[in-house]
């Protein structure tokens, strides 16, 4: 694995990114969009209903599931948009490696998280007066926790239009608002119905969130929750990784790759 073949792979996204405005869009339109919305929304509440634990309750709940979005989508679009630009036989007719290929996309991803986020907390401070960082050092448990998720989800994404093609490219964009519901983001995991709830506990998003609702709420969390996070991260990075793998294997041995040509 050579470090200069994957810096090259980050700078190439990175010098072609400003100047594009449909990535540009990606990184601030619908993040920013996400705090106005909540915000205010918030704000209404909290007027209703008095006090500012609403305020943190769902814009905590909004940043945090903007990490994970944010990180699945750009991943996802690291790959689509050497496929769209047709320039994966470029890439992997050279000695670039699909490791390096991959790290140099997930790094991509997560430089323009910080950016996204680094927006996000800026815009609740200035305009709710909230602030992320109230939540001590589990912010970033937290952060890394809901990053492996995201990359997890990516990777799963990749293999599958690798695989299949352009007729499942729609998974990029959708399959995380398929999760979401069980992942108690805006509710506790217990006002979902009994099946819905097994598969909640199935999914590190769940524990971050709910843990994040007992601070806001009690002040600290069961450090269960990051222990159970962080395993079922790594279970399912380690399986999306196999499946990332043997979809690159089975595409080159079927020659798929020229579907993106």
């Given at each position: 694995m050579k470090m200069h073949r994957i810096k090259a792979i980050i700078l190439r996204h990175l010098i072609t990114?400003?100047?594009?405005?449909?990535q540009i869009t990606d990184i601030f339109w619908w993040p920013v969009l996400e705090v106005l919305l909540w915000g205010f929304f918030t704000l209404y509440l909290g007027q209703t209903i008095g006090g500012s634990v609403v305020v943190s309750y769902l814009l905590g709940a909004v940043i945090f599931w903007a990490v994970i979005n944010i990180n699945q989508f750009q991943s996802s679009m690291t790959f689509m948009r050497e496929a769209w630009d047709r320039n994966l036989l470029n890439f992997f007719s050279s000695p670039l490696t699909i490791w390096e290929f991959?790290?140099?996309g997930l790094s991509v991803s997560l430089i323009?998280?910080?950016?996204?986020v680094i927006v996000m907390s800026l815009l609740s401070v200035f305009l709710y007066h909230f602030n992320i960082f109230k939540f001590?050092?589990?912010f970033i448990p937290f952060l890394i926790s809901l990053t492996l998720m995201g990359w997890s989800v990516s990777l799963f994404v990749t293999g599958l239009i690798l695989r299949f093609g352009w007729k499942v490219q729609s998974f990029a964009w959708t399959i995380?608002?398929?999760v979401q519901p069980f992942s108690a983001v805006y509710y506790p995991l217990n006002v979902l119905p009994d099946w819905a709830q097994k598969i909640g506990l199935m999914l590190p998003s769940t524990y971050i969130f709910e843990g994040m609702r007992e601070?806001?709420?009690?002040?600290?969390?069961?450090?269960?929750?990051?222990?159970?996070?962080?395993?079922l991260n790594v279970l399912y990075?380690?399986?999306?990784?196999?499946?990332?793998?043997?979809?690159f294997k089975v595409a080159?041995?079927?020659?798929l790759l020229i579907r993106f040509v």
């Open positions: 990114w400003p100047r594009n405005l449909e991959l790290i140099g323009k998280l910080i950016i996204g001590g050092w589990y995380l608002s398929i601070i806001v709420f009690k002040g600290g969390m069961n450090t269960n929750y990051l222990l159970i996070s962080f395993f990075l380690i399986l999306a990784l196999l499946f990332y793998r043997k979809m080159f041995e079927k020659g």
